[in-house]
């Protein structure tokens, strides 16, 4: 079975679960993009668009994230994007940890597919649960995207190793345009490294 149909079966298992916030979600949000990619893009949650759609990143953000790619010489063909949840909160409120802790298995097996050669943390929820150790408990002990932004650190999970590179969520550049020219240098950092061979 190819990683496509791998990630299809999964999308299914998914959608027959029972877990926290998709009674009062209209969709489940799983992921988008080609299985046979070398970057990934985790966000924190979907949005009220995505919610509708069923789709991560299809509001203002993801076409902020499409011109942001593009700059770089990407587009949303040449990633695989995903949330931490799968399920949008009630009025886009933080996600808890007993969210988080039911939600991700399902990211980490969406990351176990895939095998990207680096993975790009979109906002706060999801650099840390990065480098929490991919471990939702240990979460609040981690430094904020503010602090972290930018830096590549190398990491290795249940076998697999991959570049994190965190990175402001696009969201946070709708309302705050000073963020751009961080995220552009944040950007040429990624382009770099998915430049270079495997680890």
């Known amino acids: 079975m190819g990683k496509s149909e791998m990630l299809k079966e999964l999308e299914e298992e998914c959608r027959k679960a029972d877990m926290p916030l998709k009674e009062g979600a209209t969709n489940l949000v799983f992921g988008k993009g080609k299985a046979d990619v070398e970057i990934v893009f985790i966000g924190e949650a979907p949005g009220h668009n995505e ?37 949008r909160p009630p009025q886009n409120r933080n996600p808890s940890t007993e969210e988080i ?3 991700t298995p399902w990211l ?40 972290v932004r930018g830096k590549v650190r190398e990491l290795e999970f249940d076998g697999m190793k991959f570049k994190l590179i965190p990175l402001f969520h696009p969201a946070a550049i709708i309302y705050n345009r000073k963020l751009i020219e961080e995220w552009d240098k944040d950007m040429e950092i990624v382009k770099k490294e998915i430049a270079q061979k495997r680890l």
């Not at 942001?68 to 010489?73: S, W």
């Not at 840390?128 to 979460?139: Q, R």
């Open 101 to 103: 802790k039911v939600h």
């Open 51 to 87: 919610d509708i759609q069923g789709m991560p990143f299809v509001g203002t953000a993801g076409k902020n994230l499409d011109k942001l790619l593009h700059k770089v010489g990407l587009s949303l063909d040449d990633v695989y994007i995903a949330n931490i949840l799968k399920y």
């Open 108 to 147: 980490i097996e969406q990351i176990k597919i895939i095998r990207p050669r680096v993975v790009c943390s979109l906002g706060n929820y999801a650099t840390k649960f990065f480098l929490a150790g991919l471990n939702p408990e240990n979460m609040d002990k981690q430094p904020g995207i503010t602090q």
